[in-house]
């Protein structure tokens, strides 16, 4: 296994890193820490790479600094470190794309020195996260609410049977193996249909409704359970399976996630949406409004 993390200075870049540096070193695998700078006064295509020795040079101290300020777990595992001087910032995150060819998994931060306050989100992360065609780990940053606590206790999947999902079932299972932590694995399906609950004024009971209900419930976690037993076989990893009603499939994940302090992991796309897109609506509204770490898993 390969990490790949992209830094730019920024505190939250930083505390991507040191979440780099924890995985790696559970995993015993390298990382390449990669700074994507721009010059100012530059010309040239945006992807366009210039080598400039004082700046690639200063811009390797500041990285070496910020491995240094991570203390023991950089020197567990072998890292290295790489300066890349861009025409613009925008082109970090193709320097990053292109680089994540030769990697297992990408690690980001939520947002770094560019872009607007207040959002959980930057354009280099989400231009990363949709694609990257490895899993991308999304870290908040200190000012994110609840942020502060990068390594959750726990590992919560959302699954709906998609191979994205399925996808991100298998990654969520080797993590917590390699953590030692519990799973859960939990659909959101929705509930019983407003016709239905309306339909009580003309006939139809409470008991005739929970059966309904029930019924779909325990259909689905029949299915969750089949999902979990076939990424579970051969590893000794504790995965739970729910399922919860509910009309939006991301905010049920994240309640779910903050109430277990678990690392959310979801796939890039689920059985709905529009073909041909990158980032599912549920990915991404996971990734603007996560507090926790979110991994995207990409099928």
């Not at 930057?122 to 065609?133: I, L, P, Y």
């Not at 899993?135 to 908040?140: C, G």
């Not at 590893?235 to 903050?258: F, K, N, Q």
Request: proline share 6%.
């Amino acid at each position: 296994m390969r990490i790949l993390v992209g830094v730019d200075g920024s505190a939250r870049s930083e505390r991507a890193l040191r979440w780099a540096l924890r995985e790696a070193s559970a995993r015993d695998a390298p990382v390449s820490v990669v700074h994507a700078f721009d010059v100012p006064g530059l010309r040239g295509p945006l992807d366009r790479e210039v080598p400039l020795e004082d700046e690639h040079a200063r811009a390797r101290e500041r990285v070496a600094r910020m491995v240094a300020r991570s203390g023991r777990r950089a020197t567990a595992v072998p890292v290295d470190i790489e300066a890349v001087a861009t025409t613009d910032r925008r082109s970090a995150a193709h320097v990053l794309l292109r680089r994540a060819r030769h990697a297992d998994l990408v690690v980001v931060g939520a947002r770094g020195l560019g872009g607007f306050a207040g959002l959980l989100l930057g354009s280099v992360s989400q231009q990363v996260a949709a694609h990257a065609r490895v899993p991308v780990a999304v870290i908040p940053g200190p000012a994110s609410p609840g942020g502060a606590n990068m390594y959750p206790r726990s590992v919560v999947v959302g699954v709906d049977g998609s191979a994205h999902a399925t996808a991100a079932l298998r990654w969520a299972v080797d993590h917590a193996a390699a953590h030692v932590l519990p799973v859960t694995a939990v659909y959101v399906h929705p509930p019983v249909p407003a016709t239905l609950t309306a339909g009580i004024a003309s006939g139809i009971d409470h008991a005739m409704l929970d059966k309904l209900w029930t019924h779909g419930h325990a259909e689905a976690l029949e299915a969750i359970e089949d999902l979990v037993a076939k990424a579970t076989a051969g590893v000794d990893v504790a995965v739970d399976s729910v399922a919860i009603p509910g009309t939006t499939p991301a905010r049920r994940l994240l309640e779910h996630a903050a109430g277990h302090d678990g690392l959310l992991v979801v796939g890039s796309r689920g059985h709905g949406g529009f073909p041909g897109l990158l980032l599912g609506s549920v990915s991404l509204q996971c990734l603007h409004h996560g507090a926790l770490p979110v991994v995207v898993v990409h099928g």
